[in-house]
């Protein structure tokens, strides 16, 4: 039997509780921990009836999704490791029976605080209720907890937007947790939001903002339980595992990625110098159990809470622009299926530009196509989709027209830590990625796992590409051609125009004689 590494006996035996397994990072968590892990005791994950479908339904269904594969293959036995636990993050108590309650508050020594409301748009009630309120009745649990060893929470890297520089530290915040769960539970959902942008400020989006909040309720439990702050930036795929480029949402620079790919994205406010504050997803939840394991087996307690900033900072970052150019170099070697138009869009450092842009290159062609659909009796959807689109990119421009530093060297620290088992195991030092490679990897995963477009489509999807350049550049040269051939059709119009006054005005003296020669 192989010799298991630091981090693989650490977990050995051990029982753990996962919120947001259902999720992107939380699936992800949970196969990582089934496969490279595999002897601990259990895995408990919270989850609840959606549309219908139970919770065991639920669980089988995502043992079937790709990323399963090699657990599949490998070590099917370890599936029955994963236990459901009925329950919701937004109910009272969790939802939990007493029975599931005591099981938890038994058994379990290692908590995953996973689930959140990630949605940018979300109102203020939803994302306090979710983020804020539910960390605070998983806390509660967890406080009882007998056997607790880390709890580890999952916070963002956006959390604090007005700090230039992010350190691996808590900030205050001048709104208390408190005063602000007691609002919404107390004020009408029209008045709150309707006093949520100034309540906010300066964050963009009620996300960031209860995050913050979020920080402070887990800092205050500490020293008295054994909690950690963990705060990844944009999660994008996977590298390598479970699946290289495995992505199962739209959400984030993937989703700019599909749209730009099906040349619907033309256009985007966005400083190409600025860097793309991103983190693969395997490397991202690498840390989280590498960290989980150093706080746990830590006991030399520091008096401030341990924070970790899982960003690539100080070890290896890319701009805007430069992920843009990767982008476009890739998609023109692997193309999407489908595509509406050639996949030609680009960034806009000024804001007046891109909505010219925006107008001339997604509101006309989108109501254009919409005609079109219905003089062809075909349902509509390019407007709709350009209105979905547009409130995308204004949710995003906030964090691509700014710059951050986010200093990550905690997470720097643990990586010199670990033994070099553990590193070839549990990789999340990202200094090695080959952007263009790894570009390569998101755009195929994205294709596959997203769009659900297999590779053997790839032929059909560079004929398609073909095609669409060549009308892409006719309908440039008509656009150009048409706007010359109106000034000067407009401009002969008014050349004629002058010639005729200017006639009329020499011919003035001439009239002028003839009416006196008539008087006489």
């Given amino acids: 039997m192989e010799e298991k590494s630091e981090i693989q006996s650490y977990y050995n035996g051990k029982t753990i509780f996962i919120t947001g397994g259902s999720g992107f990072m939380g699936k992800v968590l949970i196969e990582k921990l089934l496969y490279s892990c595999s002897d601990l005791d259990k895995i408990y994950m919270l989850i609840r009836s959606k549309r ?5 339904i639920r669980i089988a ?7 399963f594969a090699r657990i599949r293959k490998e070590k099917p036995e370890v599936f029955k490791k994963l236990i459901p636990i009925i329950g919701d993050i937004s109910l009272i108590n969790l939802g939990l029976s007493d029975e599931q309650r005591e099981l938890l508050i038994n058994e379990t020594q290692i908590v995953f605080h996973v689930a959140a409301m990630v949605k940018l748009d979300a109102t203020l009630k939803q994302a306090v209720d979710f983020n804020l309120i539910g960390t605070k009745k998983m806390l509660d649990l967890s406080r009882d907890m007998k056997k607790l060893e880390v709890f580890v929470h999952l916070s963002t890297a956006f959390c604090h937007v007005d700090q230039v520089e992010l350190g691996e530290r808590v900030y205050n915040s001048s709104d208390d947790p408190q005063d602000v769960i007691r609002l919404v539970q107390w ?5 709150i939001d309707l006093i949520t942008p100034k309540l906010i400020a300066p964050h963009p989006n009620t996300y960031t903002y209860t995050k913050r909040l979020t920080e402070k309720i887990v800092t205050d439990e500490y020293p008295n339980m054994p909690v950690v702050i963990t705060r990844p930036s944009i999660v994008v795929p996977a590298i390598k595992e479970p699946l290289p480029g495995w992505v199962d949402n ?11 790919g099906k040349g619907v994205l033309r256009t985007m406010h966005c400083d190409p110098d600025y860097h793309a504050e991103v983190t693969p997803v395997d490397l991202a939840i690498n840390a989280l159990i590498a960290i989980a394991y150093k706080e746990a087996s830590n006991r030399n307690k520091s008096k401030n809470i341990p924070v970790y900033n899982i960003t690539q900072s100080s070890i290896e970052r890319i701009t805007w622009g430069k992920l843009v150019e990767n982008g476009k170099h890739i998609v023109y070697k692997y193309p ?3 595509m509406i138009w050639y ?9 007046w530009v891109h909505n010219i842009m925006h107008f001339f290159f997604h509101v006309i062609p989108a109501y254009f196509l919409d005609f079109l659909l219905l003089i062809f009796l075909q349902k509509r959807f390019m407007v709709r989709l350009q209105k979905k689109i547009a409130n995308g990119l204004q949710l995003l421009e906030y964090f ?22 553990d590193k070839e195991l549990f990789q999340f030092d990202g200094s090695k990625v080959d952007p263009i490679e790894y570009m390569k990897t998101s755009v195929l995963g994205a294709r596959q796992y997203c769009m659900k477009e297999d590779l053997s489509s790839l032929p059909r999807a560079r004929m398609q590409l073909k095609i669409m350049y060549i009308i892409h550049n006719i309908a440039i040269f008509a656009f150009y051609f048409g706007i010359i051939y109106f000034f000067y059709t407009h401009l002969e119009f008014a050349r004629v125009s002058v010639n005729y006054v200017t006639d009329k005005i020499k011919m003035l003296p001439i009239m002028g004689d003839v009416i006196k020669k008539t008087r006489i």
Avoid: C, V
Avoid at 250 to 260: C, E, F, M, Y
């Fill in 52 to 56: 219908g479908i139970s919770p065991d």
């Fill in 61 to 67: 269904q995502i043992f079937k999704l790709p990323i």
């Fill in 187 to 191: 004020l009408d959902e029209e008045i």
């Fill in 250 to 260: 739209l959400n984030g620079p993937i989703g700019l990625t599909i749209a730009s």
């Fill in 336 to 338: 999407f299926d489908g």
């Fill in 343 to 351: 996949p030609d869009g680009n960034i806009r450092r000024s804001k």
């Fill in 400 to 421: 691509t027209t700014r710059e951050w530093y986010f200093h990550n060297t905690n997470l720097l620290i643990l990586w010199g830590e670990i033994n070099s088992k």
